[in-house]
């Protein structure tokens, strides 16, 4: 359980070195944003997809 803990610690400082250097995460290409007037809505389609890559190749290299 520690491994595991030190892991997601390591992911959380990777992913908010990468939003510090300019990474421009949440607003990819992509995903898809609709203004109209004071009304704003918001899929992040790219940025699922690719948090569900990353995601799933994290959680490969655990089980192994």
Do not use: N, Q
């Not at 990777?14 to 990474?23: K, N, S």
């Amino acid at each position: 359980m520690g491994k595991v803990l030190v892991l997601v610690g390591l992911a959380v400082a990777a992913v908010g070195l990468l939003v510090m250097l300019g990474v421009p995460l949440g607003r990819l290409p992509g995903d898809v944003v609709v203004r109209r007037g004071s009304f704003t809505f918001y899929v992040p389609i790219a940025t699922s997809v690719v948090l569900s890559l990353l995601l799933t190749l994290v959680f490969v290299f655990l089980r192994r």
